[in-house]
């Protein structure tokens, strides 16, 4: 293996981490703050690639691109949003909320992947990507827009991230994710911010969808190896800070990318639930710290 | 001490024989392939969303990997049919080993983890088991998965044939050993020891229940009959493909289990007919079949999440007391005549704060007695005082509402000690009865000391066949001995079986004597058994006691030495000893009603003490 | 002095279906403080929750200042043990018009948000009170009332002690510049020496003209503060005591448990 074979797994390895800590992220901040799986996460990325793929359609080139994302995003932020009233809040005075929310959120993701289906068909479509220009980074040739979609995702975390720390809005999210009965002691209407958290999530996982539909063909059904990678990501980092599925995200997509190299395609998922199995075995509050949930 | 009576003897035998026998002749009347096809799916469904309830309902284990049980079922039927060749029928009884082994190896990191944790590594097992059926391409047929599995015959016969008669059968077959295990386990001491582990671990762990163990044969026993299901599934499509590890899959299952209600073996029966009707139904409508599925889904969960077996039954209560509210309403007006001879004294229907009570009042008299029957009983059990006492004292009988003759009435705010005992102070004030003695039999006993504990008039108070209690629960253990009548007594439905039982037992008397008596059981509101007892812990049992220690108003225990129910040594106890009796007064060889078995011993008895009180002035 | 801050109407709640206080009336005048005392388990955090609009009351009505904050009308009866009864009933009260209002609770042994600094719980604590003047002045009071709290400015609230985070309870509660102050068991369970430093907090608060109401286990502590004892048994008020018979401890486990306490 030479050094351009090398630094093209590891670059297509770290674009991976990127866009797996885009999904895991917000796959984590739901957990975190409403306490529940949000199984409809993978649907959300696919009807996020799906209605950024329809405004390119109607508005080509690097422009199209962008007005597309944007749309998605704040499309998928409102679903998410209203999501939380339909899936969620129902159940959160029942004692089983844990398990009646990965029903109700596994139907939603079927609702969503048949709706797909009835609108787009069932045919691979891809985003065409606004940059077409490949670099060489010792000696191996990677698409230009493959760093744009790091840099991108990484600022989105980041953005999230100061977001969640230092504004006013952040904070009560936080503080309504920390302790319920407290923060309406405080006057803050919980609903309301458990409902602008999963609708974040879903706008990041827009985001994770429009980056993979341009790189990848998507079809109806793609978001259920989002939703798996994003489960090990978050099983793998925990959720002890906003951070740790970000680092573990990188982990993630660098074995994934070195061990389909080696052991081929059929296995490197396999090594990934084995190294899921063993961290949940081993240190279940996840690889990056101690045990507690929080943002 | 657990009341488990056998199955024949519930309230479910009949329903399940009838489905059973219907089932069993269904195929003569749905000739048809595809209606049989889909009953075929509706008993896999049933027998795999059954069998997650050990783990997930029974276990509060959130195991993912079930449908993991069933692929391996399928894979083994499929590679120990196809690849090694043995005979299919011996293939389909070995499905469970490997199945049980994975459940095994499945409980190591279940055991260590909890809550969601248990729902990631088991989703995170199934995801290994796809990709490792996936990888093997050799044995499985990678992601096109084997077609053309061995069929199963008898002999020369197909089960195919005949429009799949021969599976059909099998299905049925399954399904009833399934249910029958289940059944069986439920009622086991393993079953018991897997529902203590959800619902008080560190308290069943104290108690002697290994957790390990429990844990690990509760993920074991639950793989079982999804692994012949799997078996049975490749034989009767003769198709194994990883389709079934897809989300699709899981989400058709889990909400057969969901909308069935958790912990309910017949839930998912039902549910598994609804759903996988609704399915075959909607067959040629594609994507908006599974639209349509999750819709429905989403809309059980989110209005009723207790699932549709509990709807069943909310049906069926609320049928019940409809049904015994005619009942009261019907013997009102027939069987007056029959009461009043009984009694000597016709009743009427009298306005209280707690709804309509049936009194009886012999109006004549200067001192009144007031007697409250017991759980499941009636007024008339006091005929016999009626008879004898009538000349001497005014005497005063009612119906608790939901009991006797008088109608049903509001569970929540109806059917309690206090409001039994308001209920006593409003006759007391409609019919002036002054400063009446009272008398109180069973839960009558806990009425009336109540009544006098909330600073009502009363001259004297006089329980039979009851305990006093100091502090609750507590003192309920120590106050009576236990048997399974005691939990019948609290039991919302009883079958004709337990209500004979429980007849016998506490009226004492064989069946054909006391007709009234007799009625009364089969006529109580269920609500109104069932609330009582689930609200005596909101009683203030000091107070109580209070009118036993102060000895303000006289109080004497008048039991039967055969009383089935009772703790006598209790009872006996020198606190609740009073000056009119330091122990409870005992009447002969009487059982739980001794003023009914034994009138003349007791009359003569409680006579005594009216008179000691008189004499006190 | 006698215009009713805070009025109970015959309020009855708990969590259902077990009922836990019934048909309890009070009037909170302006400028009163109020002790409430009672065993534990009868009720008395219950109500407060009810009133501060953390559980929906069962009947009867709470008045704040004149504006009734729950539901007109008895809470219906649930007819069906499974209907989703969230999803078609209202909330009969709601802890922000509650706290919009001006009427305070802070909860007992409240672990707060435990991944959060004390600076950024006490920067999102004046949300309650948006618009109304003295939040700055307010802050620099909380400064002067918890000395102890300024150099744990910055440290996470899961590594206060008990003490420390009843410091930061009460004072996220003053934030909300409050119009009555709700106190459930503020020294429950604490240090000697730090119930000594809470009890003097506490009294400065009131001499600033907060209302209070107190609830608490410590008599000596109560009946010093407030003008008016409340006690409270098996889920109803069953006395009140005015400030000029105070009774001491000894005294008011007879009134409550008889000679047989």
């Given amino acids: 293996m030479g050094l351009d074979t090398f630094m093209f797994i590891l670059v297509s390895g770290v674009l991976l981490g990127g866009l797996y800590a885009l999904m895991a992220t917000g796959l984590a901040v739901v957990w975190t703050t409403l306490g529940v799986f949000n199984f409809a996460h993978g649907a959300f990325v696919a009807l996020g690639a799906y209605i950024a793929w329809q405004v390119t359609q109607l508005a080509a080139g690097g422009f199209g691109f962008v007005i597309a994302s944007v749309l998605s995003v704040v499309v998928m932020f409102g679903l998410g949003f209203v999501l939380h009233f339909a899936l969620i809040k129902p159940f959160e005075r029942n004692a089983n909320v844990v398990l009646l929310a990965v029903i109700s959120t596994l139907a939603a993701a079927s609702i969503i992947e048949n709706s797909i289906l009835l609108g787009w068909g069932p045919r691979d479509k891809q985003i065409t990507p606004p940059i077409e220009s490949r670099v060489d980074v010792f000696g191996a040739s990677i698409n230009a827009f493959d760093f744009v979609i790091l840099a991108i995702a990484l600022l989105a975390l980041f953005a999230m991230a100061l977001f969640l720390r230092k504004t006013t809005i952040g904070r009560t999210l936080r503080a309504a994710a920390q302790n319920r009965e407290a923060a309406e002691l405080m006057g803050l209407n919980v609903p309301m911010l458990f409902a602008i958290t999963l609708g974040l999530s879903a706008a990041s996982a827009a985001l994770a969808g429009i980056f993979v539909g341009s790189i990848r063909f998507i079809n109806p059904s793609f978001g259920a190896d989002p939703l798996m990678k994003s489960l090990v990501v978050v099983i793998l980092g925990g959720v002890a800070r906003f951070s740790s599925p970000i680092y573990a995200a990188f982990v993630v997509g660098i074995a994934e990318s070195f061990s389909a190299y080696f052991l081929g395609l059929y296995w490197s998922p396999a090594v990934l639930f084995a190294m899921m199995i063993a961290v949940l075995l081993i240190k279940p509050e996840g690889l990056f710290g101690h045990r507690s949930k929080t943002l | ?617 | 002095m006698n215009t009713p801050l805070l009025e109970l109407r015959n309020l009855s709640g708990g969590y259902p279906p077990v009922s836990v206080f019934r048909d309890v009336s009070l009037t909170v005048h302006e400028h009163e403080n109020v002790g409430f005392f009672g065993p534990n388990g009868h009720g008395k955090t219950t109500l407060l929750k009810t009133v501060a609009g953390l559980l929906d009351p069962w009947d009867g009505g709470v008045y704040f200042a004149g504006q009734r904050l729950n539901a007109e009308g008895a809470m219906p009866a649930r007819t069906s043990q499974n209907l989703n009864y969230d999803l078609f009933r209202k909330r009969r009260i709601r802890a922000q018009d509650v706290v919009d209002a001006g009427l305070i609770y802070v909860m007992q042994g409240n672990l707060l948000f435990p991944e959060m600094t004390v600076e950024e719980v006490l920067d999102i604590a004046p949300r309650a009170a948006r618009g109304r003047p003295g939040v700055r002045e307010m802050r620099a009071q909380i400064h002067e009332l918890f000395p102890r709290l300024r150099e744990r400015w910055q440290s996470k609230i899961r590594y206060l002690s008990g003490g420390e985070r009843q410091m930061v309870s009460i004072a996220v509660g003053l934030m909300a510049m409050p119009r009555l102050l709700m106190l459930d068991e503020p020294t429950l369970g604490l240090s000697p020496k730090l119930r000594i430093e809470l009890s003097e907090a506490v009294r400065k608060i009131r001499d600033t003209g907060v209302p209070l109401i107190i609830v608490d286990q410590n008599v000596e502590f109560l009946t010093s503060l407030v003008d008016r004892l409340i006690l409270f048994d098996h889920g109803s008020i069953t006395r009140e005591i005015s400030a000029q018979n105070m009774p001491d401890h000894a005294q008011l486990m007879e009134m409550m448990f008889g000679e047989a306490h």
């Fill in chain 2, 1 to 617: 001490m657990k009341y488990a009576p056998p199955f024949q003897r519930t309230n479910g035998f009949l329903p399940v024989l009838l489905v059973f026998a219907v089932l069993l002749l269904l195929p003569f009347v749905v000739t048809e392939t595809y209606a049989r096809h889909t009953l075929i799916l509706i008993f896999i469904y049933a027998v795999l969303a059954s069998n997650w309830d050990i783990s997930l309902g029974y276990g509060g284990i959130v195991n993912f990997a079930h449908l993991g049980f069933f692929a391996i079922g399928l894979y083994s039927y499929a590679i120990l049919g196809k690849v090694v060749g043995i005979d299919p029928w011996l293939a389909l009884l070995l499905t469970p080993l490997p199945a049980v082994l994975f459940a095994a190896l499945l409980a190591l990191p279940v055991l260590r983890l909890e809550g969601i944790y248990v729902i990631l590594v088991t989703i995170a097992a199934t995801q290994l088991l796809q990709q490792v059926v996936v990888s093997q391409s050799t044995y499985t047929g990678g992601t096109s998965g084997m077609v053309l599995l061995p069929r199963l015959t008898v002999g020369d016969y197909k089960l195919s044939s005949d429009n799949r008669i021969g599976y059909y059968y099998l299905g049925l077959g399954l399904l009833t050993a399934s249910t029958f295990f289940l059944y069986k386990l439920e009622r086991s001491a393993m079953g018991r020891a897997i529902k203590a582990l959800r619902d008080n671990k560190y308290y069943a762990i104290s108690r002697g229940v290994s957790e390990a163990r429990t844990r690990l044969l509760t993920l074991s026993l639950s793989a079982i009959f999804p692994a012949f299901a799997g078996g049975f599934y490749g034989a009767y499509l003769r198709v194994a493909s990883p389709d079934v590890f897809g989300l699709g899959f899981l989400t058709i299952t889990l909400s057969v289990l969901l909308l069935g209600g958790v912990a309910t073996i017949w839930g998912s029966l039902i549910a598994a007919s609804v759903v996988v009707g609704l399915s075959q139904l909607l067959a040629d409508y594609g994507a908006w079949r599974n639209i349509a599925i999750a819709c429905v889904i989403i809309g059980v969960v989110v209005v009723y999440p207790g699932g549709l077996f509990a709807a069943l039954q909310e049906l069926w209560n609320g049928f019940d007391r409809l049904k015994t509210n005619l009942l009261a309403s019907y013997r009102r007006r027939t069987s007056a005549p029959l009461r009043a001879r009984a009694m000597g004294t016709a009743d009427q229907l009298i306005e209280t704060s707690h709804g309509q009570v049936s009194v009886c009042d012999t109006q004549v008299g200067e001192q009144a007695i007031l007697f409250i029957h017991g759980n499941s009983s009636c007024k008339e059990v006091f005929r016999n005082q009626f008879h004898a006492l009538r000349d001497q004292y005014r005497l005063v009988a009612f119906d608790l509402p939901g009991h006797g003759v008088s109608p049903n009435a509001d569970p929540e705010n109806d059917y309690n000690l206090a409001a039994y005992a308001q209920i006593a102070r409003d006759l007391v004030d409609r019919l002036k009865l002054g400063n009446p003695i009272v008398f109180g039999w069973s839960l009558g006993g806990y009425v009336a000391l109540e009544y006098a504990a909330a600073g009502n008039p009363a001259r004297a108070v006089a329980i039979s066949g009851t305990s006093p209690v100091r502090t609750f629960p507590d003192d309920m253990p120590r106050g009576y001995i236990p048997s399974p009548h005691m939990e019948l007594a609290g039991k919302r439905f009883h079958s004709p079986h337990e209500k004979t039982q429980y007849a016998t037992h506490t009226v004492g008397l064989p069946k054909h004597s006391e007709p009234l008596l007799w009625q009364a059981v089969w006529r109580t509101d269920g609500m109104a058994r069932k609330q009582a007892f689930a609200k005596l812990q909101t009683t203030d049992w000091q107070r109580q006691m209070g009118v036993i220690r102060d000895g303000n108003v006289p109080f004497v225990m008048i039991n039967g030495p055969r009383d089935p129910f009772i703790n006598h040594d209790f009872c006996a106890r020198p606190e609740f000893g009073t000056e009119f009796a330091e122990k409870p007064i005992l009447i002969d060889t009487a059982g739980h009603a001794p003023f009914l078995e034994l009138s003349d011993v007791f009359n003569v008895q409680f006579l005594n003490f009216i008179r000691a009180v008189e004499g006190r002035g």
